[in-house]
């Protein structure tokens, strides 16, 4: 995460809350100082039980929301200074016009400033590889895949 320029009042550490797919999973901290660097894969996985088209996969990711929280660790319970909403279907599968990375699809991103935050908003670089399967569930005797 970048943010040039900008200088945290406040110096305890910072993390990035990561919530999609109905999970969530959050990074180590690090110091408050940027630019901040997070070397870290986050894993969210999800069963889709019920679904059997792609079309219909597609859907439920465009009405589920991906939310990014860049969160400093200020008690009682830490201060969210920048957030990043987008649906799931294109968080996990961005426009093809942007350039790849060496490890997948690289991703350049604004987030939104909270109030608690002064300056410009921090801009937030990751990537994200997705992948689908189908597997076989069991219905009594039968199977479906």
Request: aromatic letters at 10%.
């Amino acid at each position: 995460i970048t943010c040039p320029g900008v200088q945290l009042k406040d110096k305890q550490e910072l993390y990035l809350s990561v919530f999609v797919l109905g999970q969530y999973n959050k990074t180590e901290c690090v110091p408050a100082v940027f630019p901040l660097f997070f070397q870290e894969k986050l894993v969210f996985e999800k069963t889709f039980a019920d679904v059997v088209d792609p079309g219909d996969l597609v859907k439920l990711l465009e009405f589920d929301t991906a939310v990014l929280e860049l969160i400093q660790l200020i008690p009682p319970v830490g201060k969210v200074l920048a957030t990043y909403e987008e649906n799931t279907r294109d968080f996990l599968f961005p426009d093809p016009k942007l350039t790849h990375g060496r490890r997948g699809l690289e991703r350049e991103i604004l987030m939104k400033r909270s109030p608690y935050f002064t300056g410009i908003a921090p801009k937030l670089r990751f990537s994200t590889t997705s992948l689908i399967s189908d597997s076989l569930l069991s219905l009594g005797r039968s199977h479906i895949q």
